[in-house]
Protein backbone atom coordinates (compact mmCIF):
# COMPACT_ATOMS: atom_id res chain seq x y z
CA UNK A 1 0.00 0.00 0.00
CA UNK A 2 3.11 1.98 0.52
CA UNK A 3 4.27 3.63 -3.17
CA UNK A 4 8.21 3.99 -3.75
CA UNK A 5 8.85 7.11 -5.59
CA UNK A 6 12.26 7.06 -7.32
CA UNK A 7 14.92 10.37 -7.18
CA UNK A 8 12.41 11.78 -4.54
CA UNK A 9 13.31 14.86 -3.81
CA UNK A 10 16.83 14.35 -5.09
CA UNK A 11 18.30 11.67 -7.19
CA UNK A 12 19.26 8.61 -5.23
CA UNK A 13 16.44 8.90 -2.89
CA UNK A 14 13.59 6.44 -3.04
CA UNK A 15 10.58 8.27 -1.63
CA UNK A 16 8.28 5.92 0.66
CA UNK A 17 4.75 7.95 -0.24
CA UNK A 18 2.04 6.91 2.38
CA UNK A 19 -0.89 9.09 0.37
CA UNK A 20 -1.70 5.46 -1.39
CA UNK A 21 -1.96 4.38 2.15
CA UNK A 22 -3.94 7.25 3.18
CA UNK A 23 -6.46 7.45 0.58
CA UNK A 24 -7.76 3.60 1.20
CA UNK A 25 -9.84 3.37 3.92
CA UNK A 26 -9.56 0.13 4.91
CA UNK A 27 -5.54 0.24 4.87
CA UNK A 28 -5.24 3.42 6.87
CA UNK A 29 -7.93 2.33 9.70
CA UNK A 30 -5.43 -0.65 10.08
CA UNK A 31 -2.65 1.19 9.85
CA UNK A 32 -3.80 3.78 12.40
CA UNK A 33 -5.19 0.76 14.36
CA UNK A 34 -1.92 -1.14 14.73
CA UNK A 35 0.00 1.82 15.96
CA UNK A 36 -2.87 2.78 18.17
CA UNK A 37 -2.26 -0.94 19.75
CA UNK A 38 1.44 -0.43 20.28
CA UNK A 39 0.47 2.58 21.98
CA UNK A 40 -2.14 1.28 24.23
CA UNK A 41 -0.06 1.68 27.17
CA UNK A 42 1.32 4.88 26.77
CA UNK A 43 0.83 7.21 29.59
CA UNK A 44 1.45 10.26 27.69
CA UNK A 45 -1.34 13.32 28.12
CA UNK A 46 -0.75 14.83 24.33
CA UNK A 47 0.11 13.82 20.96
CA UNK A 48 2.87 16.41 19.09
CA UNK A 49 3.22 15.64 15.30
CA UNK A 50 5.17 17.51 13.01
CA UNK A 51 3.86 19.59 9.58
CA UNK A 52 2.99 17.25 7.88
CA UNK A 53 2.42 14.10 7.10
CA UNK A 54 2.82 14.18 11.40
CA UNK A 55 -0.57 16.14 11.57
CA UNK A 56 -2.19 13.16 9.67
CA UNK A 57 -0.80 10.40 11.97
CA UNK A 58 -0.44 12.29 14.92
CA UNK A 59 -3.90 13.81 14.79
CA UNK A 60 -5.46 10.56 14.28
CA UNK A 61 -3.66 8.86 17.17
CA UNK A 62 -4.74 11.70 19.77
CA UNK A 63 -8.03 10.61 18.50
CA UNK A 64 -7.94 7.01 18.77
CA UNK A 65 -6.14 7.23 22.37
CA UNK A 66 -8.24 9.75 23.73
CA UNK A 67 -5.39 12.82 23.76
CA UNK A 68 -4.78 16.30 22.89
CA UNK A 69 -2.83 17.18 19.93
CA UNK A 70 -0.07 19.86 19.06
CA UNK A 71 1.32 20.90 15.81
CA UNK A 72 4.70 21.36 15.19
CA UNK A 73 4.71 23.54 12.26
CA UNK A 74 7.52 24.92 10.06
CA UNK A 75 8.17 28.47 10.60
CA UNK A 76 5.47 31.52 10.31
CA UNK A 77 2.76 29.47 10.35
CA UNK A 78 1.80 29.67 14.17
CA UNK A 79 0.04 32.72 15.03
CA UNK A 80 1.25 33.20 18.94
CA UNK A 81 4.05 33.40 20.44
CA UNK A 82 6.82 30.20 19.67
CA UNK A 83 9.73 28.62 20.15
CA UNK A 84 12.01 27.68 17.53
CA UNK A 85 14.42 25.42 16.22
CA UNK A 86 16.46 24.10 13.29
CA UNK A 87 17.37 20.92 11.92
CA UNK A 88 18.77 18.75 9.20
CA UNK A 89 16.99 17.01 6.88
CA UNK A 90 18.57 14.14 4.57
CA UNK A 91 18.50 16.80 1.63
CA UNK A 92 18.93 20.13 3.59
CA UNK A 93 17.65 22.24 6.44
CA UNK A 94 14.50 23.98 7.86
CA UNK A 95 13.25 25.58 10.69
CA UNK A 96 10.43 24.05 13.22
CA UNK A 97 7.97 25.92 15.84
CA UNK A 98 5.27 25.50 18.41
CA UNK A 99 3.75 27.13 20.56
CA UNK A 100 5.42 28.43 23.99
CA UNK A 101 1.97 27.39 25.70
CA UNK A 102 1.36 24.34 23.65
CA UNK A 103 3.38 21.87 26.46
CA UNK A 104 3.17 22.09 30.45
CA UNK A 105 6.19 21.44 32.59
CA UNK A 106 6.31 17.84 33.28
CA UNK A 107 3.75 17.24 31.20
CA UNK A 108 3.98 13.65 29.27
CA UNK A 109 4.34 13.49 25.41
CA UNK A 110 4.11 11.01 22.30
CA UNK A 111 5.98 12.29 19.36
CA UNK A 112 4.92 10.91 16.57
CA UNK A 113 5.57 11.82 12.58
CA UNK A 114 4.94 8.90 10.16
CA UNK A 115 8.03 8.06 8.44
CA UNK A 116 11.57 7.55 10.29
CA UNK A 117 14.60 8.92 7.96
CA UNK A 118 17.54 10.26 9.35
CA UNK A 119 15.49 11.61 12.26
CA UNK A 120 15.76 15.37 12.04
CA UNK A 121 12.16 16.40 11.84
CA UNK A 122 11.79 14.35 14.85
CA UNK A 123 14.66 15.17 16.88
CA UNK A 124 13.49 18.87 16.54
CA UNK A 125 10.54 18.03 17.61
CA UNK A 126 11.60 16.25 20.78
CA UNK A 127 13.97 19.35 21.53
CA UNK A 128 11.10 21.86 21.45
CA UNK A 129 8.89 19.73 23.79
CA UNK A 130 11.83 19.70 26.14
CA UNK A 131 12.83 22.95 25.72
CA UNK A 132 8.92 23.41 27.07
CA UNK A 133 9.90 21.42 30.22
CA UNK A 134 7.41 18.46 28.30
CA UNK A 135 8.94 14.66 29.27
CA UNK A 136 8.72 12.35 25.74
CA UNK A 137 7.12 9.15 26.83
CA UNK A 138 7.43 7.96 23.56
CA UNK A 139 8.07 8.07 19.76
CA UNK A 140 6.41 6.59 16.91
CA UNK A 141 5.95 5.53 13.55
CA UNK A 142 4.07 4.09 10.61
CA UNK A 143 7.31 3.52 8.65
CA UNK A 144 10.82 2.93 9.67
CA UNK A 145 14.16 2.65 7.55
CA UNK A 146 16.19 0.76 9.61
CA UNK A 147 18.99 1.46 6.85
CA UNK A 148 18.94 5.35 7.66
CA UNK A 149 20.32 6.10 11.04
CA UNK A 150 16.91 7.73 12.62
CA UNK A 151 16.60 5.51 15.04
CA UNK A 152 20.36 6.02 16.57
CA UNK A 153 19.50 10.06 16.64
CA UNK A 154 16.75 9.00 18.82
CA UNK A 155 18.80 6.62 21.07
CA UNK A 156 17.42 6.74 24.89
CA UNK A 157 13.87 7.47 23.67
CA UNK A 158 11.47 4.25 23.25
CA UNK A 159 10.56 4.35 19.55
CA UNK A 160 8.33 2.15 18.14
CA UNK A 161 6.86 1.72 14.15
CA UNK A 162 4.72 -0.26 12.80
CA UNK A 163 6.48 -0.87 9.12
CA UNK A 164 10.51 -1.50 8.57
CA UNK A 165 12.07 -1.23 5.54
Known amino acids: MIREIPDFPKPGVNFKDVTTLLKDGRAFRQAVDELAGLLKDCEAEVVVGPEARGFVMGAVLAYALGKGF ?16 SYELEYGTDVLEIHKDAITPG ?22 VEQLG ?12 SFLPGREKLKGYDVVSVITY
Open 134 to 145: GVVEKVAFLIEL
Open 70 to 85: VPVRKAGKLPAEVLRG
Open 107 to 128: QKVLVVDDLLATGGTVHASIAL
